[in-house]
């Protein structure tokens, strides 16, 4: 078939290829109708309303941005299961929902007086796919999130020689507003007060000419093309004035900085610090940060605009920093638990990168005591426990406790199970290990209620036969049955002999046929397409002995219920 034609037939649903279909499939991969890729395509959408199209009209209308609209129908996107994607983040942002940890900062009080009860998270892919939940499109300032952004500043418009000729990279371990400085009376890092306002500096120095606003307006702008232009970038002058009228430590540390290592450039000392506080004022919202962010994740690609924000030395310089001071006293505890570039700001905002995959952005005026959102970090945790999204998961060597890769596909399972059925033909052992265990799970989990039924041993049958496309041989599951039923089998119930089975299998095999087993045993325990309470034990207790995050099993389930809502169970 024509590869045009194959890619009009992607294009339809319910038997019909029209606008609404096109409409729809582009927004189901997770792209959005303000996407500057997808400008021309959207506007034709919209300018010929709901209606069939031919296959003349349909490459007539994607012809100009064809490659991209390829890849969003053919699914490759970096995210390609985008819509499960999308449903597991919903279900983490409504668990972290209940938390109400932590307190406002309460040092201005447009901080104290914020609502304590916004809760928002919008994530980006480097692809351009977007989602968002909750208090996404609330303006507020972004305080030391601007911190990072305006070192890429420094470092584009001075260089890497003479920006750390005044500031340093090392993590400080001490709270974010410390007057303690390097041997050599540098500030630690950009990240903490004393690296900002040195940074702030650097930039201010470089623009002799300009007043401290128009000096923030330029890094507004660096904000704007972050962000794709998806928002306003704003500026608090409440915020401003409370920063400066608060500010006598931040005041302290500028003075102390002037009296040691000195300011660059011989920068006036309160120019600078009316740059810091600016950038601490500017305003932007979750929605606007997380495509911030993949911008950093893409390289400084805007992944919807494709434009050159930032040069990929800078960015990669800026995530350094970001991974080892971005949550201050506690970027240790982060990056040994989540492994991922991060920054907080005190009005309640976390952005966060994941390399080559996406842009995170969570606002939730709750903070704990290192300054950062309650809320934000739980749901970094959260994501960490269940996806692959560690900077060193790719050291697990198959053994991950099942997290999920948000790159994989469907086909990729499709795949696996393909490989496993190979293996088997010829005998190879892992996979008959493999081809065993599903067995006893199938069996011992049917025999836990007691003994078999002819309608069991048809849905045994049934579950074998989809699994490994072929049949079992006839009687195979009655005389299997029967002989793990033998009296001398230890330990005696079926269930706990499974159990201490797995356990004791699950080193020799990789995530992938944990994974096989686990979803072979929801097919066998929730036969009927209802998980109940006890069957929930159950397929936990599997999950535990194949070695299978606890985070994770709860994702399976609400797939397994989703896909049955669907009828694909």
């Known amino acids: 078939m024509d590869r045009m034609q194959a890619l009009y037939a992607r294009a339809s649903r319910n038997g019909a290829v029209t606008t609404a279909s096109l ?39 994607v012809g100009p941005e064809l490659l991209m609209v390829s890849r969003a129908l053919h699914q490759h996107l970096v995210i390609p299961e985008w819509q499960d994607f999308l449903q597991d983040i919903d279900y983490l942002f409504q668990r972290v929902s209940a938390n109400r940890g932590g307190a406002n900062a309460d040092y201005i009080p447009i901080l104290r007086d914020a609502d304590p009860e916004r809760w928002g998270v919008a994530i980006c892919s480097v692809d351009g796919q977007r989602l968002a939940f909750g208090d996404v499109d609330v303006h507020h300032s972004i305080q030391s999130v601007s911190k990072p952004i305006t070192y890429a500043f420094a470092l584009s418009r001075e260089g890497p020689e003479f920006t750390h000729r005044h500031v340093g990279v090392e993590p400080s371990g001490l709270p974010f507003n410390d007057l303690s400085l390097l041997a050599d009376h540098r500030p630690f890092n950009p990240n903490v007060n004393a690296g900002a306002i040195m940074t702030a500096g650097l930039v201010t120095s470089g623009f002799p000419e300009r007043d401290a606003r128009e000096i923030t307006g330029q890094l507004m702008d660096l904000w704007a093309e ?117 920054k907080s700001g005190v009005a309640g905002s976390v952005l966060v990168v994941a390399p080559n995959l996406l842009g995170l952005a969570t606002f939730s005026p709750r903070l704990d005591s290192f300054g950062n959102s309650v809320r934000g970090i739980a749901l970094c945790k959260e994501l960490g426990e269940r996806f692959h999204l560690h900077m060193y998961d790719n050291l697990s060597g198959g053994h991950s406790g099942g997290k999920r890769d948000p790159r994989a596909s469907r086909q990729r399972k499709h795949q696996d199970l393909s490989d496993l059925r190979w ?103 929730c036969a009927d397409g209802m998980i109940e309470a006890q069957e929930q034990e159950q397929l936990h207790a599997i999950a535990s002995a194949l070695g299978i995050n606890e985070g994770v099993v709860q994702l399976e389930i609400n797939a397994f219920e989703r896909a049955h809502h669907r009828g694909e169970t």
């Open 23 to 61: 409409h729809h499939h582009l927004l189901a991969s997770g792209l959005q109708a303000d996407d500057g890729r997808l400008a021309q395509t959207f506007q034709q959408l919209n300018k010929l309303g709901d209606g069939p199209l031919s296959l003349e009209a349909f490459s007539a209308l």
């Open 226 to 342: 972050l962000c794709g232009h998806c928002g306003p970038v704003r500026f608090s002058e409440i915020t401003m004035e409370s920063e400066r009228a608060t500010a006598n430590t931040n005041f302290a540390i500028a003075y102390l900085l002037q009296g040691g290592i000195g300011l660059p450039r011989g920068v006036d000392l309160q120019k600078m610090l009316d740059v810091y506080f600016s950038c601490c004022s500017i305003e932007m919202t979750a929605r606007m940060l997380s495509v911030a962010a993949a911008t950093l994740a893409n390289g400084g690609v805007c992944p919807i605009t494709g434009r050159q924000v930032l040069s990929t030395e800078i960015v990669k310089r800026t995530l350094a920093i970001m991974q080892t001071s971005g949550l201050y006293d506690n970027a240790g505890v982060f990056t040994l638990e989540v492994g991922l570039p991060a």
């Open 423 to 525: 293996g088997i033909l010829y005998g190879d052992t892992k996979a008959l290990l493999v081809r065993d265990l599903i067995l006893h799970c199938i069996v011992d989990i049917s025999l836990a209620d007691g003994e078999l039924e002819a309608s069991e041993l048809a849905v045994m049958e049934r579950i074998y036969q989809e699994l490994m496309e072929t049949p079992a041989e006839p009687g195979a599951f009655e005389a299997l049955a029967k002989a793990r039923s033998l009296p001398d089998q230890q330990p005696a119930a079926p269930f706990e002999r499974l159990i201490a089975e797995l356990s004791e299998q699950r080193n020799h095999i990789d995530d992938k046929a944990r994974l096989i087993i686990l979803e072979t045993s929801f097919q066998v325990a």
